[in-house]
Each structure stands twice: as structure tokens, then as C-alpha cells.
């Protein structure tokens, strides 16, 4: 063997020494980064957060450790480096080594010395020099390895796993505290199977979120005593098995607080319930409720239908309601039911055959499309759309629901007929320059007349009326006589009749008589006719133009008068209170205390106080303080989702040793509401 | 403090205003027996409008199936949240009838429950007056019309210790539709329960 071949075998034997030694280097790097987390989460619990990077910390420190090792190790793959390595640690070859590597190998002048340089080096046995440095530099590594290893193994069962391994659930791996049972806990919340949900699995949580119905499955290691669990009032089993105790429950309907107990320990566990909503169904045709002449023809029909989890089936109802007053009949009609496929959204139509629900006028048909959900554990959830109502008329409501054009009313005519009396004195009165006084008075008296016809027709409007309230009790001749009277004489006739009628039923702002209040434009009109038809007989017609105008205006009045008609209302009682006050008999009233209720803002203001409470408590009771703040919030829940969900990480904060003021004072802020002011309840203030 | 105002239910499907006489009587009834200060009429508000806050009792009956809008439910959950009472009777007492199926459904939606029995030991039954036997019996359950029963208990929803919704097949309202002045015919008041409910809205 050469010299060169020696070296090249001290080369391999660095070379392995440092691979392994950078092996060793990486594995102590990685067990001590391991060992370390594990003391810390023996010593105080890490998050599942923090220990997910501890797997990749460790490789890393390895690999980081081993790169070191390797670099160092470099310069052994240069073969003169090895050499003067050897020379370094073998003195007696006096550079021999060295200088025979470096004379060429194919020079014969060069022979002698390097024959003699061979001598010289084989006599020196520097092979293991190479052996023991590579030995050396393994031996620290790898003793702190198998330190690093014991200690590891040394370390309670469980611990290890929790940051080699990290994963949901695993807080109980860790050592159970003294007799105490309740230090970690872990929650799996499994959904209900028609949610298609993942199970969660919650390390030792305040509160555990799902499904209405999940199931519930709190776990804990033995040590102490038994544990007792309670949900509200009811006990619920807890099971021991290996060095593990278990209870499990159904997520309830609303908020509930789990309390573990063990001996004088307690820990409170807040289960917020979702609810699985039921199904959305809107109803989009038809869109608006409607009234039918007849009920045929095609009506379209369209909803849409929604749910969180998944739609079962869905079809369209009828209730078809026939009669009036208190005697109805029903019918329940339903069509289109179909499966969904536990589809989340969907549409339906349906072309709706009128005909086909033999309708008779005056029913009242209302549709609506209807939803039910796949829940199969505390439903199904079954919702229907708004209901549209389809009225089929009766011919005696036809009145209200045609559009037939109708003739003129009575006081139209009159206004048409005033019109053109006005045309006709206004063309006299331009034409009188021209026309003899005779001819004046004649068209002047024929106008006149006209005049007096149509303030007749208006007395008759105004009387028709009066007629009607009064059931008919005039005479004929009392009616006669109407149309000769003065205006005077009218309106003394009129509230004389109203007078008569005294029914009571119509009530008038001003003290105003029914006939007068009802037709006073027109007994204006009436009026003005009057003096026109005076100035008119005389042949004076620009007289008589002025209240004709008047007469005109009156009858627009009267035409544009709002009219109100009463169809349907029932009568109002007014209670004459001071009549009846105490005036029944006080028999059988009973002796309880009747005190006014508290109203709503007290609560919240009781809850903020105990807020207040609770974060004063927290300097010197935290755990109490935290307790209280989740029973604080399984009652907001419910009745101020707005303040729960800040209260929640509050308490997660608090939990986990975080900062919590954001969430606290974010809390606080909500639970004390925005300065609004509304309109609440009435208040009352008791009974007697 | 406002007057006690007696508040009717006006919602958009069905016959809301089947029994126009019943706030007359109901009102006639408080000031005959307490000295509750009460408005002497009667006010009628939509389901849907804010306007029903100001209420601490309504009052909702008809004949027909009742079908409630979204806003008339949402308007209605926010009432019952913030306290109040709301007091269905069903006009046509029968429970197999389409009232009570399609209103006892929409007020299970609104109050996230079915209505459940009173138990006839409810407070409801000592507010003022006592009814030691529940509620007291209607002459149409008497006579054998409607669903030819006597309901021996009236249903609810409860919100924590106080009932939110008071839901009854009895037919109070033909039992009190009658004009006030008329009670002068009656031995007994019969309109006597319904001051308890007034009482039992407002200290409750």
C-alpha cells in the first residue's frame, strides 16, 4: 500500500467520523429542542398553536446542527489537507507524508527520494491517530443524544407525544395534576351525521360550540376522586375506563352550563347550541295577493328554497276557506311535493290550473310553498314562504272590483249644464249692444228658466240625501214646497229635517247640521242659482253672470269633495270610564301583591353589574372571576349576542394568560348599549 | 306612566277584526274592577310596525288561517323579546280548525317552541281575580259548538319564568263580544279573566 493510499484511508475515516458525528450533532440538536418543549409543557402547559412549530423546530435544529458539522468537515476532502492533518498529529514523519504526496509519481530522477520518503512513512502508523479522532468527535454528540433520550423517556407518558406529535385532544397526555381530575379536560363535539360536519376536537375549552343535538363527549384523566357532572339540574354519567374518566351529553337547545365536580372543585364548561335553522322558502310568483272574478285560467307559481345543512322535500299547500261570518269550511289542498336530494338552494315552479280547485265565489284561497329539512335529530324543520291570498269575488262585491265606465254623476251634470248657462249669458250680455231690450228679456228669461230647472235638480241632490238619513218621513207636499223656497227658507228646512232624523250617528266638527255639513258647496250653489236666476228674469244678465261663476265654483267643490265611505268599520266604543270605575263586585279578587314589572333596561343594568363584578374580582380571584364571567355569558347568548361574542374572547384570553382589555372593554361597551332613545314598553305602576 | 291602552293585533292574512266589541268590554272590565289607569278605547296596530313596542299586551284573534308576513314574525319576535304578552284567541274554537293549526304553527316559529299546557296553578289564574280550576269555561264550549270540547287548560310559551305568548281554543272572543253596556244581564262577569290577563301583562 502507498502513502497515497494511506492517506486516502485516514481521508475515509474523517470523512465517516464527521458524518456520523454530524448525525450525532443533528440528533442531540433535535431531542434537546424536544426535551426542553416537554419540560416547559410539563411545567406549564404550551397552546396547541405553539406546540404545532415544535416538530418543525426540532428537525430544524437538527439539520441546522448537522450543516454546522458537515461545513467543518469540508477541508477532509482535500487529500493534502488530510496529509498535513496526519503530519500534525504524527510528528515523527517529518513532513515525509507531505513531500511524497507531492513529488509526480512518473519522475525517475526522483526515485531515490521517493523510495526513501516511503520507508520513512511506513514506519510511522498514523492510521489510528484517525481511528481515535473520529471516535472523539462522535463521543460528545452522541452522549448528550443518550442523555437527551433519558430524559425524554424520563418524562411522564403522554408528554413526549403532546410535542413530538401535537394534535387536537391531547391535553390530558399530560401528567394529571395531584388529585385533581378537573385540570384538563378535552371536549369532542361531534355533529349530527345529516350535517355532513367534521368532529371538533376542543383542548381543555371555557365553552364548546355545534350543532343543536351534537354529541357531546367531554374526557379527563383520573386522579382523586370521582367526578360529578351536571347539566342545569340534570346529573349526567360519567364513565371511567383506564386512566381516563368520560361523560357525554346531546348538545342542548339553549345555552347551558356543564359543571364538573369534583370534591370542592368545579369547572364550569358553556355549551352554545347552534340551531339548525329551519328552511328559507320564498315565494317569488305570485307576488302580490289578488282578487279574481273567476277563478279559471292558469296561475304561474315560483318560490326558491334555502337551507344551511340541506332541504328533504318541499310542496305547495292550499288552504281553500269557504263561508262568512262565523261559519267557514276548509279545505287543504297539496300539491308538487318532491325531494330535494339534500340540496342546499333550490327552485320550484308549478302552473297552477285554477279550475282544478273548484272554486265558488267568496272563497279565499291561501297558497304558500312549504320546505322540510333533512334534520333527523331534533327536527325536521319545516318553514313555508308568506302566504299569498287569491279571493274569488262575489257578484255582489262586483262593484268594487269593476271597471266598467260609469255615467255622470247627478252633480256632473249640473256642472255641465252650468257651463253652458254661463256660455249663453255671456254671449247675450256681448250681444246686448246689438239686440232690442225685448229680445234682452226674452233670451234673458229663457236662461232664467234654465237656471231655475237646474237649481231645482240641485235642491233635489241636496235632499236625496237628507232623504235617505231621514228614512222617507217627508211628505210629497213637504217636497213640493222644497222647490219654491228661498235659500233661506232652505237651509232652515234642512237642519229642521235634520233635526227630525236625530239618529246621532253622524258626528260633524263645528256643531254643523249633517245636510249642511254634508252639502254646503251645493247649497252654496244653490244659492248663488238663486240670485242668478233673479238678475236673469229682470234681463239683466251681466248681474247675473257673477253668481253664476259662483254657482260654478261651488258645484267644483262640491264635485272635488273628498268622499268617505264607512263600509265595513266596526262601531267604536268609547268606555265611559268614569261610569264603570269600581263599580263591579270585588268578589274573588285575590290577595297577591301586584307590583309593577322591571323593565328591560334593569336587566341589562343587573348584568352589567355583574360584569363590573366579575373584573374587579379578577386581580384577586381569577378563576372565580372567569367562572363568572361564563355564566355571565351563557345568559347573554340568548338575549345579547352582541356583548357574548367579545365576552368570549375575553374569556379565552383570560384562559390562555393573554391580554383580554380589548375584548373586555369591547364587552363592556356592548353590554351597555348605544345612548338611543326609544320607545319601550308602557310602564305601570301597580294594581289595587 | 302611560294609561294601560288595550292593543288589537292588525295582521295582514285572515280575519283580524272578528271581534271588534272585545277591547270595549276587555277595557270596561279593567276600570270596573282596578284602578288601573286605562285609555277608554282601544287601539288596533299592525304586527309589523315598531308601533307595537308601546303595547304591553296585544290582543290577536280571527276566524281564518293565519299566515304571518316576515316582518309581522320579526316584529313579533322582537315584542315578545323586549317583554311583552301576546294574547290569541282562537274566534272559531276548534282545534282541528285551520286558526289554530296555521297560528299555534307561526307563533311555535316565532317563539322557537311548540305551545305548551298552563298548568291551571298559574300565577295567570291569582293576577287578580282567582281561578282555582284554570280558565274559566266558555259558554260555546258549554253549548257544544266548535270542537265540542272544554278546553281544561290554556296554552303558552314561556320566556324564562313569564309567559310571552297566552294562546287560547276557548273562544273568549265571542264570550266577550258584547257591548259593555249589557253586562248589567249577566250574574256573573264573565269578563273577569280578561282582567287578570291585563294584570298578569303588566306585573309580570
Known amino acids: 500500500m502507498t502513502a497515497r493510499d494511506r492517506v486516502r484511508r485516514v481521508q475515509r475515516i474523517l470523512l465517516l467520523g464527521a458524518a456520523t458525528s454530524a448525525l450525532a450533532w443533528g440528533a442531540l440538536a433535535g431531542l434537546a429542542v424536544l426535551a426542553i418543549a416537554a419540560t416547559a409543557d410539563l411545567i406549564s402547559p404550551l397552546g396547541l398553536a405553539a406546540r404545532s412549530l415544535l416538530p418543525r423546530t426540532a428537525a430544524l435544529a437538527a439539520l441546522v446542527a448537522a450543516a454546522a458539522v458537515v461545513r467543518r468537515a469540508h477541508r477532509a476532502r482535500q487529500l493534502d489537507r488530510v496529509a498535513l492533518w496526519i503530519e500534525e498529529r504524527a510528528p515523527a514523519l517529518r513532513y515525509a507524508l507531505v513531500t511524497r504526496l507531492d513529488l509526480p509519481a512518473a519522475d525517475s530522477a526522483n526515485r531515490p527520494l521517493a523510495e526513501a520518503l516511503d520507508r520513512q512513512v511506513d514506519a510511522v502508523p498514523f492510521e489510528p491517530v484517525a481511528w481515535r479522532a473520529a471516535r472523539h468527535a462522535l463521543a460528545i454528540p452522541a452522549a448528550a443524544a443518550v442523555v437527551a433520550v433519558l430524559l425524554l423517556l424520563a418524562l411522564p407518558r403522554g408528554v413526549v407525544a403532546r410535542v413530538a406529535a401535537p394534535h387536537a385532544g391531547d391535553a390530558v397526555a399530560r401528567a394529571a395534576a395531584k388529585d385533581n381530575a378537573l385540570a384538563a379536560i378535552v371536549v369532542t363535539v361531534e355533529p349530527p351525521a345529516y350535517t355532513g360536519l367534521a368532529p371538533q376536537v376542543l383542548d381543555d375549552p371555557a365553552h364548546a360550540a355545534g350543532v343543536t343535538g351534537s354529541r357531546v363527549r367531554i374526557e379527563g384523566r383520573v386522579a382523586g376522586g370521582p367526578v360529578r357532572a351536571t347539566a342545569d339540574t340534570v346529573t349526567i354519567p360519567v364513565t371511567t375506563g383506564g386512566d381516563r374518566w368520560r361523560a357525554a351529553l346531546a348538545m342542548p337547545a339553549a345555552p347551558a352550563v356543564v359543571r364538573l365536580r369534583q370534591r370542592s372543585r368545579e369547572r364550569l364548561l358553556l355549551l352554545e347550541p347552534h340551531p339548525d335553522s329551519s328552511p328559507v322558502v320564498t315565494l ?159 233670451e234673458s228669461g229663457r236662461i232664467a228658466r234654465d237656471q231655475n230647472a237646474l237649481r231645482k235638480q240641485v235642491s233635489d241632490i241636496i235632499f236625496a240625501r237628507l232623504d235617505d238619513a231621514s228614512g222617507g218621513e217627508e211628505s210629497e207636499g213637504e217636497a213640493e214646497k222644497r222647490k219654491d223656497m228661498s235659500p233661506d227658507e232652505l237651509l232652515a228646512a234642512a237642519s229642521a229635517a235634520t233635526d227630525k232624523s236625530g239618529t246621532g250617528a253622524l258626528d260633524f266638527a263645528g256643531g254643523e247640521s249633517p245636510v249642511v255639513a254634508i252639502n254646503r258647496p251645493m247649497l252654496e250653489a244653490y244659492n248663488a242659482m238663486w240670485e242668478a236666476g233673479r238678475a236673469l228674469g229682470i234681463g239683466e244678465p251681466k248681474r247675473a253672470l257673477p253668481h253664476m261663476y259662483a254657482a260654478l265654483a261651488a258645484i267644483q267643490r262640491a264635485r272635488l269633495a273628498e268622499r268617505i265611505y264607512l263600509r265595513g268599520k266596526p262601531k267604536d266604543v268609547v268606555v265611559d270610564l268614569a261610569k264603570v270605575r269600581l263599580v263591579g263586585k270585588r268578589e274573588g279578587i285575590g290577595p297577591a301583591a301586584r307590583l309593577p314589572r322591571t323593565s328591560e333596561d334593569a336587566v341589562m343594568a343587573r348584568r352589567a353589574a355583574r360584569f363590573d363584578a366579575a373584573i374587579e374580582r379578577l386581580g384577586t380571584a381569577r378563576a372565580a372571576a372567569v367562572d363568572s364571567l361564563l355564566l355571565l355569558r351563557a345568559e347573554l347568548l340568548a338575549a345579547a349576542p352582541a356583548v357574548a361574542t367579545p365576552l368570549g374572547d375575553a374569556i379565552d384570553a383570560l384562559r390562555e394568560g393573554r391580554d383580554a382589555t380589548a375584548p373586555l372593554v369591547a364587552a363592556r361597551r356592548a353590554l351597555a348599549g348605544a345612548p338611543v332613545a326609544h320607545t319601550g314598553l308602557s310602564r305601570w305602576g301597580g294594581a289595587r | 306612566m302611560s294609561a294601560f291602552t288595550f292593543a288589537t293585533a292588525q295582521y295582514d292574512s285572515g280575519d283580524w ?188
Not at chain 2, 33 to 47: E, K, R
Open chain 2, 17 to 204: 277584526d272578528s271581534a271588534p266589541q272585545v277591547p270595549a268590554n276587555v277595557i270596561d272590565a279593567v276600570a270596573r274592577y282596578t284602578s288601573i289607569d286605562v285609555n277608554p278605547a282601544g287601539v288596533i296596530v299592525p304586527l309589523a310596525s315598531r308601533d307595537l313596542l308601546r303595547y304591553p299586551l296585544v290582543y290577536l284573534t280571527g276566524h281564518l288561517p293565519v299566515r304571518l308576513a316576515s316582518a309581522e314574525r320579526d316584529m313579533l319576535r322582537t315584542y315578545l323579546g323586549r317583554g311583552g304578552l301576546l294574547f290569541v284567541d282562537d274566534h272559531n274554537h276548534d282545534v282541528d280548525g285551520q286558526f289554530h293549526k296555521s297560528c299555534s304553527h307561526e307563533l311555535a316559529r316565532v317563539v322557537g317552541a311548540p305551545l305548551r299546557d298552563i298548568p291551571n296553578g298559574h300565577a295567570l289564574y291569582r293576577a287578580f281575580f282567582t281561578f282555582p280550576d284554570g280558565p274559566p269555561a266558555t259558554s260555546h264550549e258549554l253549548n257544544g259548538w266548535g270542537d265540542n270540547l272544554v278546553h281544561t287548560h290554556l296554552l303558552g310559551a314561556m320566556r324564562g319564568d313569564r309567559l310571552q305568548v297566552l294562546y287560547s281554543n276557548k273562544d273568549y272572543s265571542s264570550e266577550w263580544g258584547y257591548h259593555p253596556d249589557n253586562k248589567r244581564f249577566l250574574s256573573i262577569d264573565n269578563t273577569r279573566f280578561a282582567v287578570n290577563i291585563v294584570v298578569y301583562a303588566l306585573t309580570r
Open chain 1, 284 to 442: 317569488v310568483k305570485p307576488a302580490r295577493d289578488t282578487v279574481l272574478r273567476a277563478a279559471s285560467g292558469v296561475l304561474p307559481l315560483h318560490a326558491t328554497f334555502r337551507d344551511d345543512f340541506g332541504l328533504a322535500e318541499g310542496w305547495w299547500e292550499f288552504v281553500v276557506s269557504s263561508g262568512e261570518g262565523e261559519n267557514f269550511k276548509f279545505r287543504t289542498i297539496v300539491l308538487g311535493r318532491a325531494g330535494f336530494g339534500n340540496a342546499r338552494s333550490a327552485e320550484r315552479g308549478l302552473r297552477l290550473r285554477l279550475d282544478s280547485l273548484a272554486l265558488e265565489p267568496g272563497d279565499l284561497v291561501h297558497l304558500r310553498a312549504v320546505a322540510r329539512d333533512g334534520n333527523t335529530v331534533t327536527g325536521p324543520g319545516e318553514s313555508g314562504s308568506d302566504t299569498r291570498s287569491i279571493r274569488i269575488a262575489r257578484p255582489s262585491e262586483y262593484d268594487s272590483v269593476s271597471v266598467e265606465a260609469l255615467p255622470p254623476p247627478d252633480a256632473l251634470k249640473g256642472l255641465i249644464s252650468q257651463r253652458m248657462l254661463i256660455l249663453l249669458a255671456e254671449a247675450l250680455e256681448k250681444r246686448r249692444p246689438r239686440i232690442s231690450h225685448e229680445t234682452l228679456v226674452d
